[in-house]
Nanobody, 126 residues
Framework: VQLQASGGGLVQAGGSLRLSCAAS????????MGWFRQAPGKEREFVSA????????DYADSVKGRFTISRDNTKNTVYLQMNSLKPEDTAVYSC????????????????????WGKGTLVTVSS
């Protein structure tokens, strides 16, 4: 599976962005997917994950209620709708895919993900 994230940019606090992650490979529709981010000088952190059919989602507490993850298996794409953005959301956002279909705690650590794409930069100005 090859992944490519897009949709990042500069936005004012309180604004919105939608990230997309396009995947290639026949296994996308059976893969759990996730978004992670890494701010300058900080470790990578989990943002959100979605099961293979979109039936289950998981969010970090810091984004719950503001971000929404979704997927379109007909387009091999996963999305991250980000609303009410804050300066602390500034980071490089990367998408990842797992060989497993369902969510698990190991996905949150990133070690449960098997494929990673290059990230897209999101900058939120105050």
């Amino acid at each position: 599976v090859q992944l490519q994230a897009s949709g990042g940019g500069l936005v004012q606090a309180g604004g919105s962005l939608r990230l997309s992650c396009a995947a290639s490979g026949r296994t996308f529709s059976s893969s759990a997917m996730g978004w992670f981010r890494q701010a300058p000088g900080k470790e990578r952190e989990f943002v959100s994950a979605i099961s293979w059919n979109g039936g289950y989602t998981d969010y970090a507490d810091s984004v719950k209620g503001r971000f929404t993850i979704s997927r379109d298996n007909t387009k091999n794409t996963v999305y991250l709708q980000m609303n009410s953005l804050k300066p602390e959301d500034t980071a490089v956002y990367s998408c990842a895919a797992a060989r497993r279909s369902s969510l698990s705690q190991t996905l949150r650590s990133g070690y449960g993900m098997d494929y990673w794409g290059k990230g897209t930069l999101v900058t939120v100005s105050s």
